[in-house]
């Protein structure tokens, strides 16, 4: 992967290094909704905004897209600190209608898949006509589990590292950075 140049000054302490800087952010995401409108543009499909990771993703996702779509907001939260607790625990599917509607999870970054496997169970079982994900990272890593759903649409495939910015955080900090870094423990 291409670096995305030099921690600036201020986040020395907590970035090690720049993995995605937002010049290559802007321009995979005009080409990821590029590659949605071809599928997409006539089925005005439901974005599932998967929070609180993916909101800077899906806000600059949503603006790019050139076709209708709606958007809902849920939340999955599996980690605690650095580490996956092993549970997705789901919010904020009360209200949405997902029966019939063409589905796609706008999520932030999949790791062991976890999260993934139990968001296409309940959107299935909630009677979607499709389910699709579109993911901003894939963490290439040997803890994955079996039998998760392909990933129809990734922004960027990263090393098994934690990070940070973009969304991304760590114990709620460091999401407002406009790029992704490694995070230093
Ligand atoms: P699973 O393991 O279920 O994980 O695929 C998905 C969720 O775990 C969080 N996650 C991270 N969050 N930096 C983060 O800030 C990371 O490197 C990272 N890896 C996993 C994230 O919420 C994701 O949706
Ligand atoms: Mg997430």
Sequence with gaps: ??????VPMEWR???SEVLIGS???AKRISELSAQLYLHYS????????????????AADLSRSLTFPHQLEFITAKSYSGTESTGTVQIQGLENAQLSDRHVIIVEDIVDTGLTLSRLYDTFAGAGAASIKCCSFLEKVTVRRKDSVPIIDYIAFRIP??????????CD???RHLPFVGVFKK
């Design 1 to 6: 992967m291409q670096s995305g140049g030099e």
């Design 13 to 15: 302490y907590t970035v």
């Design 23 to 25: 010049n290559n952010i």
């Design 42 to 57: 006539t089925l005005n499909p439901l974005l599932i905004v998967v929070l609180k990771g993916s909101f800077m993703f």
């Design 160 to 169: 098994d590292k934690f990070v940070v910015g973009y969304g991304l955080d």
């Design 172 to 174: 709620q900090k460091l």
